[in-house]
């Protein structure tokens, strides 16, 4: 089996996870694991809709670093967002085929219900995670700190495993001024 066909059913058993998870009247998998510069990020599975293989990223001028570009998906226009570099976590200046395995990388979209037309560009699906597969990590001082963390970061948890993940609510992202101030 080749990587790509591989990478492929990965994809779709995950989405069908995901719609089946909404499905359920009670969810077992609450949370979309995905790797941004090394990172664990958990996006809700009531937030993320549907994930794409990138496709060509149309560049708009004037804009912030982090704004890859648009893209096509289904027939959508979809403003593309860097993650990583969203967050501070890769230098936006670097040309954006350099920083990714475009074999990994993944597009997650926002959903619909979210009024936005968005997705995020991560470097990887990581799987999907269930409440119980986690536990709360205590803050850190400097989280304690009133303002210290925009209201778009969620909890941080710890999977059985010992791996850090860091909860991105993306109803809360969706509204935040930085990320709705894509021009220069």
Known sequence: MSKSHALR??????????????????QLA???????????????LKEAAEIFTPVAIKPVPYSQPWLAGVANLRGGLFTVIDLAVFLGLRDGNARQDARLDPG??????????LNINCALLVDRLVGLRADEQL????????????GAR????????RDAD?????QLHLDALS??????QVVV
């Open 104 to 113: 990994q990388a993944r597009l997650v979209a926002f959903n619909p219900d």
């Open 162 to 166: 010992g791996r850090s993940w860091q």
């Open 9 to 26: 059913e990965l994809q779709q058993r995950l989405a069908q996870r995901m719609q089946a998870a909404r499905d359920q009247q009670t």
């Open 150 to 157: 925009p209201r778009f970061a969620g909890a941080r948890m």
């Open 135 to 146: 536990q709360l990590e205590p803050p850190q001082p400097a989280e304690l700190l009133p």
């Open 30 to 44: 609450n949370w979309l694991a995905v790797e941004c510069a090394g990172y664990g990020l958990l996006l809700s």
């Open 175 to 180: 509204k935040h001024e930085q990320f709705l």
